[in-house]
């Protein structure tokens, strides 16, 4: 793995950041959780590329609560696209 960010899916609304927190924690030092609102997913930052390979292989399609995680490495952010105008 050649990120150290992690893409965390199926979550239910109501998980917050400091559960996340928690969760990835037990595999290394979590650096920043972000949850996108109302949208299910969120991003963990570990500390190293290391530390998120072993957090995704002991996590990804587990239940938490309630839900099936999907972990995989978090791609780079796409620029947006300009829309022209006419």
């Known amino acids: 793995m050649e990120s150290n960010t992690l893409y965390v899916g199926n979550l239910t609304y109501a998980v917050t950041a400091e559960q996340l927190k928690e969760l990835f924690s037990n595999y290394g030092e979590v650096k920043e959780v972000r949850i996108i609102e109302r949208k299910g997913f969120g991003f963990v930052e570990m500390s190293s590329p290391?530390?998120?390979?072993?957090?995704?292989?002991?996590?990804?399609?587990?239940?938490?609560?309630?839900?099936?995680?999907?972990?995989?490495?978090?791609?780079?952010?796409?620029?947006?696209?300009?829309f022209q105008r006419y």
């Open 50 to 82: 290391e530390e998120a390979e072993k957090a995704k292989e002991a996590l990804n399609e587990t239940e938490f609560e309630g839900r099936t995680l999907r972990i995989d490495e978090a791609r780079p952010a796409r620029p947006r696209r300009e």
